[in-house]
């Protein structure tokens, strides 16, 4: 850190101070004005954070302008090639990447925490068959809190090592059996003999009654296995997101570390978040047929017109999305192995050039993002279109767990409390009269 510092004077507040300029390892400097109320007696205003940075943290960079996405200082291209899932959440949890022991020591605690407790599928019973996954998650994920509580102490390293494995080894079983819950198929049990993904594509598929008549080959495949596992790097983290920014502020007020991931479940659901995978195929479906894609690119630039082109345009990445090239790539590769074209990805890609082309979107620098094509290989592994979003969950997991690990640890936290620019009434007095009867 520099001892730089920015300079800030006002005549109408009749003040000046100055304020500290930080220099992180990467980035933009950033102004520490947390002494600014004290100093000038203003407060700033930012809706949507588009210039405040909320926190320090050491687990994932991102330049927009160039397109750069590091994890603990690692490219996410050099990750998605060479890197698997478990390694990565292990490099964003621990800072490092695993030696051949540490990383077999997590696989294997990962596989023993790979349980629910019973009483946990009776959270999951209790819904109708129809509710939404994400809704589901949301409930199941905030139950587990009720059975880790009144044992877990959160200022102890430990504890809170466990915590976030336990999260991260559940995370797929409870959003099989969602699934599996909506079809009215039973539960299938979590195998110790499979690593990560495939487990989870055993629990989302395999049907032990019907096991004579479905090779579990089909569904246990490598290649959907990779493809389910490089899906899961990219969405891994993603700084100070929307729903990870949920989870820091949960958790900066020491709550049980299951019910701030569900308000980060929460806050993913939403489309224009982790929602947008869900949003991009039911619009592809909407727009159903290449010559209709004009009449959906007018309404996107339409302000009057509440649609917009969903997978396109992100808040930091101005240049382009380098988690979309990756899986724009991915989708080729997978697709062009299957005997039939998806008729959805060749919609996609004819969007996607006419949207390049068009002047409001190159103007706005709005590009496609991870979501626009995410959505198109979860498909092609036959996840129905309501659970994509849960698939972001599990992957994400690895990253709320890391900064929840992070803030927990961090001497200087404090709890998260913004201030306002109150812009209604003045006081006024309340009189009384017989308005109630
Ligand atoms: N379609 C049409 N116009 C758009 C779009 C879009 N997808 N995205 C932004 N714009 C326009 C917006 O109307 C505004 O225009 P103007 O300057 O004329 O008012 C301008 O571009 C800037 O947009 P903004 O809403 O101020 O940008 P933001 O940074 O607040 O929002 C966003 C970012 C991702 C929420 C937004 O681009 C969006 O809604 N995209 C579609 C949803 C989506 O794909 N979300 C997934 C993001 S990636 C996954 C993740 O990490 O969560």
């Not at 099989?176 to 990560?196: E, M, Q, T």
């Not at 979309?324 to 989708?331: G, L, S, V």
């Not at 972001?392 to 900064?403: K, L, N």
Request: hydrophobic residues 40%; contains cysteine.
């Amino acid at each position: 850190m520099s001892n730089n510092s920015f300079k800030v004077s006002d005549d109408k507040l009749g003040k000046t101070a100055s304020f500290p300029l930080l220099e992180g390892t990467l980035g933009h400097p950033t102004v520490d004005i947390q002494n600014l109320n004290r100093d000038m007696g203003c407060f700033t205003y930012d809706p949507g954070f588009t210039s405040t940075a909320s926190c320090k943290s050491d687990i994932t960079y991102i330049n927009g302008d160039e397109g750069i996405l590091l994890y603990r200082g690692y490219p996410i291209d050099q990750l998605a090639e060479h890197s698997n899932f478990l390694e990565v959440a292990y490099l964003l949890m621990n800072g490092e990447l695993p030696s051949k022991a540490e990383y077999e020591k997590f696989e294997s605690e990962i596989t023993w925490y790979s349980k629910i407790h019973e009483k946990l599928r009776g959270f999951i019973e209790g819904f109708h068959y129809d509710a939404h996954p994400m809704a589901m998650m949301v409930g199941v994920v905030g139950s587990l809190s009720a059975f880790y509580h009144s044992e877990l102490d959160v200022n102890d390293p430990e504890h809170r090592r466990i915590s976030a494995l336990r999260m991260l080894a559940k995370m797929p079983i409870i959003a099989a059996a969602c699934y599996k819950h909506s079809i009215g198929d039973p539960f299938v049990y979590p195998r110790a003999d499979l690593g990560y993904c495939k487990n989870f594509l055993n629990m989302m598929f395999a049907r032990p009654s019907e096991r004579f008549f479905i090779d579990e080959r089909e569904y246990l495949n490598p290649a959907a296995a990779r493809a389910l596992d490089l899906l899961f790097i990219l969405h891994a983290d993603h700084e100070q997101n929307a729903s990870t920014s949920t989870v820091r502020l949960a958790s900066s007020t020491g709550a049980n570390p299951y019910a701030c991931i569900a308000a980060g479940i929460a806050a993913l659901w939403g489309p224009a978040h982790g929602g947008a995978n869900e949003a991009v195929l039911s619009m592809l479906a909407e727009i159903g047929d290449i010559k209709r894609v004009p009449e959906f690119i007018k309404r996107a630039k339409d302000k009057d017109d509440p649609f917009r082109l969903m997978g396109f345009g992100h808040r930091v990445y101005k240049n382009f999305d380098p988690r979309a090239t990756i899986i724009r790539r991915t989708c080729h590769e997978l697709l062009e192995k299957q005997a039939s074209k998806d008729p959805l990805f060749e919609l996609a890609l004819g969007l996607e050039e006419v949207a390049l082309k068009d002047s409001y979107f190159i103007e706005r620098k709005l590009y496609p993002n991870v979501d626009f094509y995410s959505g198109i290989i979860y498909k092609a592994l036959n996840i129905p279109v309501d659970m994509f979003t849960v698939m972001f969950t599990i992957a994400r997991t690895a990253g709320w767990v890391s900064h929840w690990l992070e803030l927990m640890a961090d001497p200087s936290k404090r709890i998260g409390r913004p201030r306002q620019l109150y812009t209604g009434k003045p006081r006024r007095d309340y009189i009384a009269t017989d308005r109630r009867g």
